[in-house]
């Protein structure tokens, strides 16, 4: 890859590890640091993903008119001053504040990133992009594990790390994204597209398939919120659970030569790679349900991430064959926000179902709802037989 690719994949590493300090300790810190409810927990993560989604869209409109470097660094030096405040002021009221103001900073910094290295580095195809998306996993790998022994010390160790790694996100995009020769490109969103669906099969199909992925993300969030706490009262410690992230991220890099064998023989069948990794990620929920010692916990993280490793990829391919000519982006704008929205809906929904239930129904109606998706995927292409029979009955008639 050329360097300048790489001077974006070590920038998007650095942000995402610095991110990576926080977000999977947060309704730890809420709940037992703070002493709020996981529904509050859950609101204030609700809140902070809708900031996000507010961000994402500013970032793609401003990478339109501004350009790349602008943009990130706006998003860049909004989040160094949230987290500047945060490291002084942690208190509930102030961390929820700050917390909201970093995910929308750091929305804007997310879309203008991949559109980057889309321009810097056209010929380089979804090579391009999934190097940023190895480079994220990469530091979701990195930051939690360095979080949870952080936070065995002294949570305020966290927020003075996350304010660290930005500082350093911040030095390397002034001083290295400035140099690359980068023209705005069309960005487009599914809140901005204008033009008529001219094909209504292939877009009913693209939502019954939305409905079961944002299922997969309410249930895949709870790792992230409910389960992380619920860890904590069985005696994990913070390191242990951090270590679980660790192994999601690095799984998912080291990972691709051995499923990459599987994807091949299935790649033009992507109904089957829905519905195996949906059934794979179920089985993770039923392990966690069970699980009272670490070792469990991990094999949950292991097969969660076998599953993830099939659905999260064939989504965005699906969307892709589904979209008519000139609606690529419009197809994977509603992908983007329904994946956005589970992660808003998810902590809010968990935390409310184990406050008035516990976490034993969390875990039954987290996998009735993964179930769900499993018929999602399986009649998604219902719309398109029903019109390919209509347009063959017309023209028969004809």
């Not at 790489?6 to 610095?18: F, K, P």
């Not at 989604?53 to 989040?79: A, P, Q």
């Not at 939502?207 to 009262?233: H, N, R």
């Not at 009735?368 to 399986?378: D, E, F």
């Amino acid at each position: 890859m050329p360097k300048r690719v790489w001077l974006l994949i070590i920038g998007m590493l650095v942000n995402v590890t610095g991110n990576s300090f926080l977000w999977p300790l947060t309704t730890i810190y809420m709940h037992d640091y703070l002493g709020k409810s996981l529904s509050v927990a859950g609101l204030v993560l609700m809140v902070n993903a809708g900031a996000a989604i507010i961000g994402n869209l500013l970032g793609g409109l401003l990478f339109d008119r501004i350009g790349g470097y602008r943009s990130i660094m706006g998003g860049i030096i909004v989040t160094t001053l949230a987290l500047t405040g945060l490291t002084v002021w942690h208190d509930f009221m102030q961390f929820a504040v700050f917390y909201t103001i970093i995910g929308f900073s750091g929305g804007i910094v997310f879309p203008s990133m991949y559109a980057m290295v889309g321009t810097v580095w056209p010929e380089g195809g979804r090579k391009a992009f999934n190097a940023i998306y190895l480079a994220q996993n990469v530091g979701v790998a990195i930051g939690p594990a360095l979080a949870g022994f952080l936070a065995a010390y002294s949570f305020d160790y966290i927020f003075a790390a996350n304010l660290g790694m930005y500082i350093l996100f911040f030095l390397i995009a002034c001083f290295g994204f400035k140099s690359l020769s980068i023209s705005p490109m069309s960005h487009t969103s599914v809140f901005n597209e204008k033009k008529k669906i001219r094909k209504a099969a292939p877009f009913y199909a693209l939502m019954i398939v939305s409905i079961g992925y944002l299922l997969c993300w309410i249930g895949y969030v709870q790792w992230q919120s409910t389960i992380s706490t619920y860890t904590q009262e069985i005696g994990i410690t913070l390191p242990q659970y951090s270590l679980l992230w660790t192994v999601n991220g690095l799984l998912i890099v080291l990972g691709q030569p051995f499923i990459q064998p599987i994807i091949k023989r299935i790649e033009d069948n992507i109904k089957r790679q829905l519905v195996i990794g949906i059934i794979i990620m179920m089985v993770s929920y039923i392990v966690v349900a069970f699980a009272e010692e670490f070792s469990m916990f991990i094999i949950a993280m292991v097969i969660l991430t076998i599953g993830e490793m099939f659905v999260w990829p064939a989504v965005p391919a699906l969307a892709n064959q589904l979209a008519p000519k000139g609606r690529e982006g419009f197809y994977q704008g509603i992908v983007n926000s329904v994946a956005t929205s589970g992660r808003m809906i998810g902590p809010l929904f968990g935390g409310l179902m184990v406050d008035l239930y516990g976490m034993p129904a969390l875990f039954l109606v987290i996998t009735l709802l993964v179930s769900v998706s499993i018929a999602t995927s399986l009649l998604y292409d219902y719309p398109l037989k029903r019109a390919k029979k209509e347009q063959l009955q017309e023209n028969y008639m004809q």
